[in-house]
């Protein structure tokens, strides 16, 4: 039913657009981003369906006959110097039941990789974005306004599209692990239970840039020795406090001025932490407050905690994950495992207006975020085949 | 004797050259330091020396009459958006004496702010520097090549000079102390016992770039964790192994790739320890070493350590060190000190091949590599009469 080897085809064909090393680089609103949005415009036509891309980049392909319809997709765009799989697969598997003759519309959100906001797509796509947050969003590192990147990559002055939830019995979203889980247990996919919460905070320390060969230790006001003693507290005190599975990071640290001679002025962490329990995220966000406050009292620099963003947990809606697991025990009998998703997605606000259910595919190595990223085409196909299965069976099920 | 207002109008002038806030920004080899050192050049000719800039672009000013000479001098480019004094003062400092008709040379030695290389004007001025060595430099932030900022410049190809210590009774530079000993003490001078000796190494942890939600804990190689563990390690056990008066500095930490979402696959520190006493450096260096040996031991990211530089303490030449002492009981009886400086100079070079002699003015609020440097006023009238008494006195010695 479903044409694996032109699923697998696409794949590569969408791999070859901004591609670098083993992976791609295709950052949101960049030149190679925008031609995977039209090749990927091209491609819905070819399978029969209607393409549109929105004023945000969102690109949604709608199914010409009736209902109701499964929505399938995930997003197109990459990190910075990252893997061919990680969105680009979830589109194409959504090409694919749409190629299979199922009602499917298929969606690439734009910008979940956060480049200039988060989850700016699939949010805007159900109403959460207002234009005066589009207004003060920028690129997160190099601070580009949202509505410049916008306006050059052709989007300025396009509407912003709206989905009809009550076109769609549901979403389903294929995606790589981006992580070894299923590896380390030799199986070969994983029927999500829920997706994690995410808390993101900003710690910031400030001090006083000083020359570091003229200023006494007892003078010294230095950010990144404050900044050090919160992450080492975090870094004790967190294991304590925490859930089954939870995990938590600190995944950007920016030093000011940042040179061998100068006694660093002022540091900036962004820490974040998840877990499917939320009573756990409130415990760690506790701590966190109170390690921060703690450094603030004893360190002579100010160290102040400030939320950036959260997310809650989103829990697998019954029907659409009973189908995956029906589908599952149907083609990977033994090799599959129900799974929490420690990484937030799209499904996980497109659980907020319709039933969502994800599908995992094993990560090779468990990496993801990076150019080695890969999966075996052997997971590959068996992942798609149980994706068609399972929308099959959802659609039979209503007829 | 010394043209006390003459002296602080180059300086004010000096100031207007590359200008930021109430500080400047002149690192070397911009169109704004090679301003400064054509402006220096001009100042030379009207005090009566005979200028050259050499293939580095240390600017020499030779006085055309009979010897024993004194060098004095100091820099003249800055660390980015730094301090109109830093370096500054010494150069113009010489032009003062040269001017009050002492058989003073004048000296700008090149980059002793270390944006292509450790010290390269003062060491090449003594024949340290290899054209290996320059052909390897790079800009220690962007990494431009040294070769292509000389030729930029409008350096490439000028022979660079070597100094005649024979001719020289010795090498004075007056310089901003860096730190707040002075201020808090209420003293206005403080004559320099010895210049600090610096180890300055890299730190470096290796660990898996992954993706923060998909990675469970006990997976993780996380090279930010690693590198706080690290510098808690060396937060708490240095304070046991130092000298008085060590300081010690992790100025500048990089996370790679440095992403909100992503675990740190690569993190580099520079760590760096003064003092004055080459024991306590030696016993630093082996606690650095062990830290960082049990931090890759337990760690499941690769932890190394690699020496970038050293330099030796050095002591203040005693002839040159008391006409200080006795200019200094003249000028500012009760008002000064005798103290060392945990910032190197270039003095600590020159007293390779010659004596030398350092002489602080104090920097209020003990500020300096940043814009908001300063020194009051009449401390720096007082500076230079010190200076030109001390230089005076060495003449007649002679005489």
Chains 1, 2 share one sequence.
Not at 45 to 58: A, I, Q, T, W
Not at 254 to 263: D, K, L, M, S, T
Request: with cysteine; proline share 5%.
């Amino acid at each position: 039913m479903i044409d694996t080897a032109r699923f697998l085809a696409d794949l590569h064909e969408l791999r070859q657009i901004g591609a670098f090393k083993t992976g791609v680089h295709r950052p949101t609103y960049t030149p190679d981003d925008m031609r995977s949005r039209h090749w990927l415009m091209d491609r819905m036509r070819e399978v029969g369906l209607v393409p549109s891309m929105d004023g945000l980049g969102n690109v949604l392909g709608r199914h010409p006959g009736p209902g109701p319809h499964l929505l399938v997709g995930s997003h197109i765009e990459t990190q910075d110097e990252a893997g061919w799989l990680d969105g680009a697969l979830g589109v194409v598997a959504g090409l694919a039941l749409a190629r299979a003759g199922l009602a499917v519309d298929v969606v690439a959100f734009a910008d979940e990789e956060a480049h200039y906001g988060s989850f700016l797509g699939s949010r805007s796509l159900i109403g959460e974005v207002t234009e005066a947050e589009i207004d003060a969003a920028r690129h997160c590192i190099h601070g580009k306004p949202l509505r410049e990147a916008l306006a050059e990559a052709g989007l300025a002055g396009l509407p912003r599209a709206r989905l009809a939830p009550a076109r769609y019995k549901g979403f389903l979203e294929l995606h790589i692990e981006q992580g070894s889980k299923l590896e380390n247990a030799g199986l070969r996919s994983g029927v999500v239970t829920g997706i994690f919460g995410v808390r993101l905070f900003r710690i910031t320390a400030i001090g006083q840039q000083d020359h570091t060969g003229g200023t006494t230790m007892a003078e010294r006001r230095d950010a990144l020795v404050a900044m050090t003693r919160v992450l080492a507290m975090i870094d004790a005190e967190f294991p304590r406090q925490i859930g089954d599975g939870t995990v938590w990071t600190c995944g950007r640290l920016v030093v000011e001025p940042n040179a061998p001679h100068i006694i660093p002025g002022r540091t900036e962490a962004i820490f974040s932490f998840r877990d499917l329990d939320e009573a756990v995220l409130d415990r760690l966000s506790d701590t966190l407050r109170r390690i921060v406050a703690e450094a603030d009292r004893r360190d002579r620099c100010a160290v102040t905690l400030e939320p950036v963003s959260r997310s809650a947990a989103a829990l697998a809606d019954p029907a659409l994950h009973a189908a995956l697991i029906g589908a599952a025990n149907r083609h990977a009998n033994g090799a599959w495992q129900p799974m929490p998703s420690g990484a937030i997605h799209d499904a996980q606000h497109m659980a907020k207006v319709m039933p969502a259910a994800m599908l995992f595919t094993p990560s090779i190595g468990g990496i993801s975020h990076h150019w080695s990223e890969d999966t075996k085409e052997e997971d590959l196909v068996l992942a798609i085949r149980i994706l068609g299965d399972a929308a099959a069976q959802l659609f039979s099920l209503r007829s």
